[in-house]
């Protein structure tokens, strides 16, 4: 099953897909996450990437199709994935419709988890990443159990350079101006779901999971 996370940075993609890809043992992939890690091993890619990431702004299109379609080439999408941070724009819906094509294979369940403005502020002020394994954690809201260590599997936890307010606020005014095409373009294939992202954590997953069982 093909799964797409929509939503606001903030909204908990990245906390959703990790859950998800753990109970339904299909790959996380996050083209925020592949950037990081061209980043952080500067590749020619991440040198591209990392001006334009601590800016809040989106990564050229091309560039992060090229990427997508190269992860999609690895054998562990046979079953399917949950795709976190793609697509953002309309064009990049198109793109993955593509890829995807060539695989005979096509997105299934789009979900959207709506986030209030100020809740993504709070939640991302203060969160904390697992360099790792991704798994997302918060300062006061979703502490983990040891100071700096990931629950799940004992990796370091660091605070992303794009999480500082006033890179969060561009980030959600670049969100907003793409969203709702996105929006429309699921609707009207009937695979929009849009869910309340404010409540607890299991209760979003729980909705998620019962979202892909009815698609069976
Ligand atoms: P968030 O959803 O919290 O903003 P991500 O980890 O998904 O976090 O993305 C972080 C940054 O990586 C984005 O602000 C953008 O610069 C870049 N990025 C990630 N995915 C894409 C994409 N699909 N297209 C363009 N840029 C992207
Ligand atoms: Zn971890």
Known sequence: MQIVLLGPPGAGKGTQAVRLAKAMQL????????????????????????????????????????????????????KGFILDGYPRTLAQAGMLDQILMKKNIAVDLVVYLDTADEVIIKRLTGRLVCSKCGANFHITNMPPKEKGICDNCGGSLYQRTDDVETTVRKRLDVYKNEVSSLIEFYTKQNKLHKLAADLDPQIVLGQIIDLSRALK
């Open 27 to 78: 790959p996380h992939i996050s083209t925020g996450d592949i950037l990081r890690q061209n980043v952080k091993a500067d590749t020619q890619l991440g040198q591209q990437a990392k001006g334009i990431m601590d800016k809040g702004l989106l990564v050229p299109d091309a560039l992060v199709a090229s990427m997508l379609d190269e992860r999609f080439n690895n054998a562990d999408i046979k």
